[in-house]
């Protein structure tokens, strides 16, 4: 399978495309029951990701569940949790206390966070707050160096962006180490 979005560094490196999936869900109810549980206090901004990664985790899951120490995920672009941000700065300024959920759920890795916690994945991670015209190239470059140098053997690739008349989109590839150089 073909990647939606640029890897002109990573494709003459050491990954292979498994597969890939794209959301745009922005409520709650239109999660997957299986992770909506638990995810109903997260910023909407996270759901579009917690459901392609879930989506791909439970197609691919016998490959993946063997592998969870390895299983890294890259997350980048402009979706930011800029509702659970606001309830925040409402919170502190209305009484100066904040719920501990809310505060933990308005950082920009909480996507990442979630996904991790959910599924088991103790790999490498990385978060990029940057548009993902920017960040593609860094996340390209760091996704191609992790898998050979086996520092993760799959990688969960997510670029999340937000466009004021769209919502949040999150575009997820799954990758694997090639092929000819696997173990």
């Known amino acids: 399978m073909t990647r939606t979005f640029s890897l002109d560094y990573a494709t003459n490196h050491a990954l292979d495309c498994i597969d890939a999936r794209e959301s745009s869900i922005a409520d709650h109810a239109q999660l997957p029951a299986d992770v909506r549980s638990g995810a109903k206090q997260a910023d909407p901004a996270v759901w579009p990701v917690l459901d392609t990664v879930w989506r ?7 490959r993946l569940d063997p592998h969870l120490e390895h299983v890294g995920m890259i997350h980048y672009g402009s979706a ?20 501990p959920l809310t505060f933990i759920h308005a950082n920009a890795g909480a996507a990442l966070s ?10 490498p991670t990385l978060n990029l707050t940057m548009a993902a015209a920017d960040a593609g190239r860094f996340a390209d470059i760091a996704a191609a160096r992790w898998l050979e140098r086996g520092d993760a053997r799959y990688l969960f690739v ?3 962006e937000f466009d004021a008349n769209e919502g949040v989109t999150a575009k997820t590839a799954l990758y694997a180490r090639a092929a000819r150089v696997a173990d």
């Open 114 to 123: 979630i996904c991790c916690t959910r599924f088991g994945f103790r790999g």
């Open 158 to 160: 997510v670029a999340a």
């Open 80 to 99: 930011f949790p800029k509702r659970a941000a606001r309830q925040v700065i409402d919170d502190v300024a209305r009484g100066g206390r904040v719920s």
């Open 56 to 62: 791909l985790y439970s197609e691919h899951r016998a």
